[in-house]
């Protein structure tokens, strides 16, 4: 979900290609050209104004798209009824935290153990401050958010290929690859290489620029020295009193940067979904949830699985099973607004036009695993000095991220072990749960020696065995948004979709945030035209 | 304190030049040529073992040299007292709340009337992970930690002199910049400019690290489009929904990027003081101080004001005065740690050898100011989605600081007006307090018009005018260190100084709690030389 892909994705070969050659934070780097977007068209609080004329809807979903729906049309007066499979809200804006069970798609069923406070966030982990709904609906629900720490300098970049495998300190490649490019321009505009594009009074604000920007000497040059130990790091510290003065070390070479491949990890913090300011809400993403829950919780019907939905002309019917006590039941309204997952509502028998149908069948789904785990101490704070943050890896975990809370603490910590989305993703699916996460362990430990000996328990949620999304979240290509999107957003007879999957935020929570208003904002205008 | 000078600073006139020429950020790229340093050598608790000897210590200044001090030689054996001058321990680790007064030299008597919750630290206000000394305190003291805010892609960027003044978001300029730094230097690589400096092997895999570095498209030109709108932000966002298609931003031309000057602020956040993972205690940075006091607090003589310290071959005789009750007292022990800042210490009688005697007086203290301003509301967030962070300015204020805590909060909110270094920060320490209060309102007005009517109250602190430090931290040279560091920080007879000043982290807590390691290692030696 979210940035189960980062910024981008659309194409999953391409995915997989990235994810297999670079780790998935190269994904960063490769958004370029795929078709998803950051930020968001969000710019307040949707105003319904005008009479509901007692209409009732039917909202298919409790995750942040269907509660966003319950509220706002709650609000404008419309008789709001909500239909969730799960037997709590927020759909894919999910918390594992100890006591917890969870039972995938095959029957596996884990137990998460964490300690009292330990957590993680199988699906969204990340607010980004652009995201202006769920930024709006957090302040408005009371959710307290605190920083996600997306990038820090003193986590690894990691190559199994590179350095003997032996781990760098992002601050190591960040400001040898920036010097070596300010170093490299700056020789190029000497040289004068560079005066069809750079006027001469340009160059020379170029040039003081990169000097700075770079950490160059006064020769322009990027070499060992205070200028570039202070960001890369000194072989000696300096301290204080009399054995304090520093000793800067040697910067690598530009050829062992460069083939190293560990670039391909320098700026997961500059796209706008993960530019800082960037947060997560205290205690886990299950806390969006509960803002809402607090708000409309008593529209909301759990554990109720759909099973058809039809509509003619006087309003829409939903079939469902009440997965508790196996009742099958029968759900009215007026409209619908339907934000199951295309994996699933794919599955369901539903009536509407040729061309929303092939929508609902024309976008595949990310693959996406995470594993959670708890070691008896945060080692990689009290023996690595790594405080939150992320290191980028090419083996197949991709990447492990540090929690973002409770610093300092002195009992167990949980550290987000795995979070893969490429081809592994798969493989890694397909094994059974406990074997996901000696997997995981197994791999991080090539990083973290401390793994094998500080290990507590573990929980690997792999989204294809999710029985309720399937899948992390659609997947569009140039050519299905251009065939199928508009059609999958149009309100269709009574029924209109909103989710992710009907936005240009894909897997982020925004997306569905402003799917969710654009589709009730639409489907209000068709009640007040009669 | 601390980076009241960033990383650097070494020379007076430099730093009024930066700061008047661009902002107070802009000392970030200058730091290269300067004398001081980042992190730090400081490798866990240090371990006084050996008999003390009943040896009594007298500790001069309740600051975190002092601190640390008092609560590693008392953990030794040690017979340690410590007098402070104020009536609160922590000496330049201080926070300004609420209720609280400041009286500053001359007489002027500040009232502190934020809100509830909101507070300045006139001081240190951050805490680099790689300072691993004040980390070590904080997990052992019980000092909550939460992340500082330093870089924040949504802040501005300002200069009067470029585009009419209005602000840029720092996403803007960072993107742009680095977009034709890539750009030029690919084009470079490319007409083979550079072939002797890069193998033709490395330039392919340069040209391949630049396109997405640089977010250039496929033909290496940093331009309007995907890449580069995911970055510098959209002209209209991507969001849900059937209008949901977002339109990239223009970029601005390279001409435009490099005549602002804006660029000189990019990068705040990559010198090792600065790099995240960045902290600052919950609450107020005082809450490391009363950290320490809960352990040693009963050894702190407060409101006690040295006059005159003398030693013989028996021990060490400390004059001072009770503020509060005018007495005259005296204080004795075998040994005598001086915290003192130099400024202070160089106008009292102190019978040391020649050579610690002229280091006293060489050491000049950098000017600053900080001004605290409470608005009715958090508007930079409500209106303009700035989290935390920083934003730079060549305005006399050099920089605006949003509040890393209580994000969201719809109550009052209390920014850092001013934070001023170079010439500026005298200027503005001479005019009385609700003079700096109104300027720093009068120019940052020009960044958040907002500030007129939302404004409530403020103070302002400066560091010249504080009666304890009479400014900021030392300055060293190249020439004053080679030829005076070593001597003030050598025991002399029976006294040893510590503190920032005997450091090479100037201006930053660690320094001083590295430099009081150093010192009580050599005392505890020489006690237990006999």
Same mark, same amino acid.
């Given at each position: 979900?979210?940035?189960?892909?980062?910024?981008?994705?659309?194409?999953?070969?391409?995915?997989?290609?990235?994810?297999?050659?670079?780790?998935?934070?190269?994904?960063?780097?490769?958004?370029?050209?795929?078709?998803?977007?950051?930020?968001?068209?969000?710019?307040?609080?949707?105003?319904?104004?005008?009479?509901?004329?007692?209409?009732?809807?039917?909202?298919?979903?409790?995750?942040?798209?269907?509660?966003?729906?319950?509220?706002?049309?709650?609000?404008?007066?419309?008789?709001?009824?909500?239909?969730?499979?799960?037997?709590? *809200?927020? +759909? /894919?804006?999910?918390?594992?935290?100890? #006591?917890?069970?969870?039972?995938?798609? =095959? @029957?596996? &069923?884990?137990?998460?153990?964490?300690?009292?406070?330990?957590?993680?966030?199988?699906?969204?982990?990340?607010?980004?401050?652009?995201?202006?709904?769920?930024?709006?609906?957090?302040?408005?629900?009371?959710?307290?958010?605190?920083?996600?720490?997306?990038?820090?300098?003193?986590?690894?970049?990691?190559?199994?290929?590179?350095?003997?495998?032996?781990?760098?300190?992002?601050?190591?490649?960040?400001?040898?690859?920036?010097?070596?490019?300010?170093?490299?321009?700056?020789?190029?505009?000497?040289?004068?290489?560079?005066?069809?594009?750079?006027?001469?009074?340009?160059?020379?604000?170029?040039?003081?620029?990169?000097?700075?920007?770079?950490?160059?000497?006064?020769?322009?040059?990027? *070499?060992? +020295? /205070?200028?570039?130990?202070?960001?890369? #790091?000194?072989?000696?510290?300096?301290? =204080? @009193?009399? &054995?304090?003065?520093?000793?800067?070390?040697?910067?690598?070479?530009?050829?062992?940067?460069?083939?190293?491949?560990?670039?391909?990890?320098?700026?997961?913090?500059?796209?706008?979904?993960?530019?800082?300011?960037?947060?997560?809400?205290?205690?886990?993403?299950?806390?969006?949830?509960?803002?809402?829950?607090?708000?409309?919780?008593?529209?909301?019907?759990?554990?109720?699985?759909?099973?058809?939905?039809?509509?003619?002309?006087?309003?829409?019917?939903?079939?469902?099973?009440?997965?508790?006590?196996?009742?099958?039941?029968?759900?009215?309204?007026?409209?619908?607004?339907?934000?199951?997952?295309?994996?699933?509502?794919?599955?369901?028998?539903?009536?509407?036009?040729?061309?929303?149908?092939?929508?609902?069948?024309?976008?595949?789904?990310?693959?996406?695993?995470?594993?959670?785990?708890?070691?008896?101490?945060?080692?990689?704070?009290?023996?690595?000095?790594?405080?939150?943050?992320?290191?980028?890896?090419?083996?197949?975990?991709?990447?492990?991220?540090?929690?973002?809370?409770?610093?300092?603490?002195?009992?167990?910590?949980?550290?987000?072990?795995?979070?893969?989305?490429?081809?592994?993703?798969?493989?890694?699916?397909?094994?059974?749960?406990?074997?996901?996460?000696?997997?995981?362990?197994?791999?991080?430990?090539?990083?973290?020696?401390?793994?094998?000996?500080?290990?507590?328990?573990?929980?690997?949620?792999?989204?294809?065995?999710?029985?309720?999304?399937?899948?992390?979240?659609?997947?569009?290509?140039?050519?299905?948004?251009?065939?199928?999107?508009?059609?999958?957003?149009?309100?269709?007879?009574?029924?209109?979709?909103?989710?992710?999957?009907?936005?240009?935020?894909?897997?982020?929570?925004?997306?569905?945030?402003?799917?969710?208003?654009?589709?009730?904002?639409?489907?209000?205008?068709?009640?007040?035209?009669?």
């Amino acid at each position: 979900m979210e940035d189960f892909a980062t910024p981008g994705m659309t194409k999953r070969d391409l995915l997989t290609l990235i994810g297999r050659t670079a780790g998935a934070t190269a994904m960063y780097m490769a958004m370029a050209s795929l078709d998803q977007a950051a930020a968001s068209t969000f710019k307040g609080p949707v105003k319904l104004e005008g009479d509901a004329k007692g209409a009732s809807v039917l909202i298919l979903g409790a995750g942040v798209a269907g509660l966003v729906a319950a509220l706002e049309l709650s609000k404008a007066g419309y008789k709001v009824q909500v239909l969730e499979y799960n037997n709590r *809200v927020g +759909g /894919r804006s999910w918390t594992l935290k100890g #006591g917890d069970t969870y039972t995938e798609l =095959g @029957g596996a &069923t884990q137990k998460c153990e964490f300690s009292e406070g330990n957590y993680i966030n199988p699906g969204p982990w990340r607010i980004p401050h652009t995201h202006y709904g769920v930024m709006h609906y957090c302040h408005e629900l009371g959710v307290a958010l605190e920083p996600f720490q997306q990038n820090n300098f003193g986590a690894y970049l990691h190559s199994t290929k590179a350095f003997g495998g032996k781990p760098q300190r992002y601050r190591t490649i960040h400001s040898d690859f920036q010097g070596y490019v300010g170093e490299l321009l700056g020789k190029a505009v000497k040289q004068n290489a560079l005066s069809d594009a750079v006027t001469s009074e340009d160059a020379a604000i170029l040039l003081e620029a990169l000097r700075g920007w770079g950490a160059l000497d006064k020769d322009m040059r990027y *070499v060992k +020295g /205070r200028a570039s130990a202070d960001r890369r #790091g000194w072989d000696k510290d300096p301290g =204080g @009193g009399l &054995t304090a003065e520093p000793i800067p070390s040697e910067p690598l070479s530009l050829s062992t940067v460069l083939k190293s491949g560990l670039w391909r990890a320098i700026g997961g913090n500059v796209s706008l979904d993960h530019q800082q300011a960037i947060f997560q809400p205290v205690g886990g993403m299950e806390n969006v949830a509960k803002g809402f829950e607090r708000k409309v919780g008593n529209l909301v019907r759990l554990n109720s699985k759909v099973t058809k939905i039809h509509q003619d002309e006087k309003g829409v019917t939903v079939s469902y099973d009440d997965t508790k006590t196996g009742e099958h039941l029968m759900a009215q309204a007026d409209w619908c607004v339907c934000t199951l997952p295309l994996t699933i509502l794919s599955q369901i028998e539903i009536n509407v036009s040729p061309t929303l149908d092939a929508a609902i069948h024309a976008v595949p789904y990310l693959p996406g695993l995470k594993v959670g785990l708890e070691f008896k101490r945060r080692f990689w704070e009290q023996d690595e000095f790594i405080y939150g943050g992320i290191t980028s890896t090419d083996l197949p975990i991709s990447q492990i991220s540090y929690p973002s809370y409770k610093y300092g603490s002195r009992g167990p910590g949980v550290l987000l072990g795995a979070y893969s989305n490429g081809s592994y993703a798969y493989e890694f699916t397909t094994l059974p749960p406990e074997e996901r996460v000696a997997r995981a362990l197994e791999w991080g430990s090539q990083i973290h020696p401390q793994y094998k000996s500080e290990f507590m328990n573990g929980i690997a949620v792999g989204w294809h065995r999710v029985p309720w999304t399937q899948g992390c979240f659609g997947i569009w290509t140039e050519e299905s948004r251009a065939t199928h999107y508009k059609n999958l957003c149009q309100l269709d007879g009574r029924i209109v979709l909103a989710g992710e999957h009907a936005s240009f935020i894909g897997g982020w929570q925004e997306g569905g945030i402003t799917s969710s208003i654009d589709a009730i904002t639409r489907l209000h205008q068709r009640v007040q035209a009669g």
